[in-house]
Nanobody, 114 residues
Framework: QVQLVESGGGLVQPGGSLRLSCEASRTIFSFYAVRWYRQAPGKQREWVAIMTNVTTYADSVKGRFTISIDHAKNTLYLQMNSLKPDDTAVYYC??????????WGQGTQVTVSS
């Protein structure tokens, strides 16, 4: 069973930065796709960034967020800069293996407020 453990959320002022981490219990090389999603209160979960052999960002975060992997640490990151109040949400990491089995992190709260 794969475990994904998230960390790095918190309260930040508009314009600030946060880096979210998602540590996997096995090598990330074993996954076909890694993603970050978010869910704001009263809204559906939406994808934010996807990395397969290419990297894609939602229009709402393009140019501000960066997805990356440290394979030595089996950790997926989401660097978030120029944060806006609309970025407030619970953020989830997701990894999908070659059998199309999805694994989810527990979620981490990001609140952007002055």
């Amino acid at each position: 069973q794969v475990q994904l453990v998230e960390s790095g959320g918190g309260l930040v002022q508009p314009g600030g930065s946060l880096r979210l981490s998602c540590e996997a219990s096995r090598t990330i090389f074993s996954f076909y796709a890694v993603r970050w999603y978010r869910q704001a209160p009263g809204k559906q979960r939406e994808w934010v960034a996807i990395m397969t052999n290419v990297t894609t960002y939602a229009d709402s975060v393009k140019g501000r967020f960066t997805i990356s992997i440290d394979h030595a640490k089996n950790t997926l990151y989401l660097q978030m800069n120029s944060l806006k109040p609309d970025d407030t949400a619970v953020y989830y990491c997701n990894m999908m293996d070659i059998r199309n089995t999805n694994y989810w992190g527990q979620g981490t709260q990001v609140t952007v407020s002055s």
